[in-house]
């Protein structure tokens, strides 16, 4: 039976439509419409959707029902919603449970995308923020409220890799009925653990690790089916944040190998940690796999694995760091990640530039500090283009 499948064999095969011609690739179903074969029938099917039915594009489409079905399968929820990009899903996530009034306590320690959708639109509307150190227990305890309607955190907080400790977090939402939404994208789908841990929405940016070779946008929203499709799925096709047929094939191809292209990279990730952790030149090297890390042993009570994304901090500061990046020959500059090339970044000057600098120091940003995304290249290779990146500055 699929639910007894390994994750592994789910990647490939859960979810799967097959149209009369019995094609082996899932195919695209680039619609933006479907033809009804009477007026009665598109009667009954705008009055209830079956199985298999589809209206419009923006509600939904046999390739991205793949997608979904599929994701949601080697989740552990019932079912998922395919967004236009991960952003989409997190604004998406949020809006469609909040209303004015609500009051949501968040981790600080977030990509800015998210900042700004906590912190500028969810407040126009008139919901209530809290920000905490998604490290800090006694600070999640202090702020979740009777009242407090939703938490949200990143599991591996971009850039800075804090790893917040998923099960006791949940355990004091549930407490008070709060819902539990993580942005997930640094655990990775392979090694997540976060429904077993307590989450009740898990989202993915779907251009990172699932589609993984920097060619789609796309996002996803886990859950249960009554978030799915009773909350999240009216907001959504109503508001236009579909993912395309297209974008949905590419991450279904995605999903195929991603378990294979995750595991080799994170394996490299711990590889270059710990041939760079003890280099007088870097003031820090940040990896949830290094024992050193001060949530080491939660990462490791909560994830399968490491994940593929480490930081490195030059001791000398933002220069050192242009330096560095400059010198570089294989990782390229950009400000993707779980990629199939590696990609290095400079938070401080663009995906978190818009925070100021005293909220930078407060998570840890410094100007030294370089993100590295690690790829499918040789791990002997990426080490010593490191290193000697490192000699340039």
Known sequence: MAQDWDKRTKLVHSGARRSQYGEVAEAIYMTQGFVYPSAEAAEARFLQTGADEFIYARYGNP????????????????????TASGMAAVSGALTAMLRAGDHVVSSRALFGSCLY?????????????DFVDGTDLDQ???????????????????????????RAISQ???????????????????????????????????????????????????????????????????????????????????????????????????????????????????FPGLPDHPHHAIARDQMDGFGTVLALDMAAGKDAAFRFLNALQIAVIS???????????????????????????????????????????????LIADLRRALDAI
């Not at 959708?117 to 923020?129: A, K, M």
């Not at 999640?140 to 998923?166: G, K, M």
């Not at 993100?371 to 791990?379: F, I, M, N, P, Y």
């Open 63 to 82: 390739t991205v029902a793949v997608f979904e079905d599929r994701i949601a399968a080697i989740e552990g929820t019932e079912d998922a919603f395919a």
């Open 140 to 166: 999640w305890r202090a702020a979740i409220r009777p009242d407090t309607r939703a938490v949200f955190c990143e599991t591996v907080s971009n850039p800075t890799l804090e790893v917040v400790d998923l």
């Open 117 to 129: 959708i906590l912190e500028e639109v969810l407040t126009r509307y008139g919901v209530q923020v």
């Open 335 to 381: 400000n993707n990640l779980g990629d199939a090339r590696s990609i290095v970044t400079h938070p401080a000057t663009t995906t978190h530039q818009r925070l100021p600098d005293d909220q930078k120091v407060l998570l840890g940003i410094s100007q030294g500090l370089v993100r590295l995304s690690v790829g499918l290249e040789d791990t002997a290779d």
């Open 172 to 286: 004091v939402a549930h407490a008070v009925g709060a819902t539990v939404v993580v942005d997930n994208v640094f655990a990775t789908p392979i090694f997540s653990r976060a429904v077993e841990l307590g989450a009740d929405v898990v989202i993915y940016s779907a251009t990172k690790h699932i589609d993984g070779q920097g060619r789609a946008l796309g996002g996803v929203v886990c859950g249960t089916r009554e978030f799915i499709r009773g909350t999240l799925e009216p907001y959504m096709k109503h508001t236009g944040g579909a993912l395309s047929p297209f974008n949905a094939w590419v991450m279904v191809n995605g999903l195929t190998t991603m378990d294979l292209r995750v595991r080799a990279q994170a394996a490299s990730a711990q590889a270059i940690a710990e041939a760079l952790q003890d280099d007088p030149r870097l003031a820090r090297v940040i």
